[in-house]
């Protein structure tokens, strides 16, 4: 009668630990779950928005798509800004097939108060455009004041692969960077609303684009 006495103390504190183990188990794999679908909500926005650039870059000015972003935010990630980034250096291409010269690659950035913002590799996509494009943020008519609200989504020029090339003056302005680096960028934020209508649409060439497909960008409320 004891010795069963004394055994019941430690048989309850077997089964809490795999009780334990059993809610943390859980926990886990329904965590991995919401991430796993959280990113394929994330992704499958950018891969519409990759079919809409090439769209637009292959037709003729003043070629135009219109679609709508959400900017999800699910599970950890929290997409504040997409930035739109030529790589010239393949080293940097890893996830991106024949770029043996450089890739264009759509990256969904989160934010993190601690760390700022971040890409997220896992649902950035690559974009088959030529090398020789230049994205160009708009401004008048459209919401281009959340750009202005999230600079910080422009990457810290330290960060920028060939930083050690870069002119000491160097500057970010208006979320952008000058073409003709390894590195070039163009980066839509959003604001305090929940859905945006990008409107892409292909300019036309000038004097100092004429070798290059011009793709302007305006971000509105939908």
């Not at 997220?120 to 459209?142: K, M």
């Not at 000491?168 to 000058?178: K, M, R």
């Not at 892409?200 to 684009?209: F, W």
């Amino acid at each position: 009668m004891r010795k069963s006495q004394e055994s019941a103390p430690i048989e309850l504190v077997i089964a809490v630990i795999i009780m334990v183990m059993s809610i943390t188990l859980a926990f886990t794999v329904w965590s991995s779950i919401q991430t796993s679908q959280c990113l394929n909500q994330i992704q499958s926005e950018m891969l519409t928005l990759e079919n809409s650039v090439v769209d637009v870059s292959l037709g003729s000015p003043p070629t135009q798509r219109v679609m709508y972003l959400s900017f999800p935010t699910c599970g950890s990630y929290n997409v504040q800004a997409i930035r739109f980034s030529h790589y010239g250096n393949p080293a940097y291409c890893g996830q991106c097939p024949l770029s043996n010269t450089g890739c264009w690659v759509i990256e969904p950035l989160s934010f993190n108060p601690k760390t700022g913002f971040l890409k997220i590799p896992e649902a950035s996509v690559c974009v088959n455009l030529p090398s020789a494009v230049t994205f160009i943020v708009q401004q008048s008519g459209c919401n281009y004041s959340s750009l202005i609200d999230n600079a910080s989504a422009c990457p810290p020029v330290q960060s920028m692969p060939g930083y050690s090339n870069l002119p000491a003056s160097f500057t970010i302005q208006n979320c952008s960077a000058p073409t003709g680096r390894d590195f070039s960028y163009a980066t839509i934020g959003k604001g305090s609303l929940s859905q945006y209508k990008l409107i892409i649409s292909k300019g036309y060439a000038t004097a100092s684009t004429e070798n290059s497909v011009e793709i302007n960008l305006c971000l509105t409320g939908k």
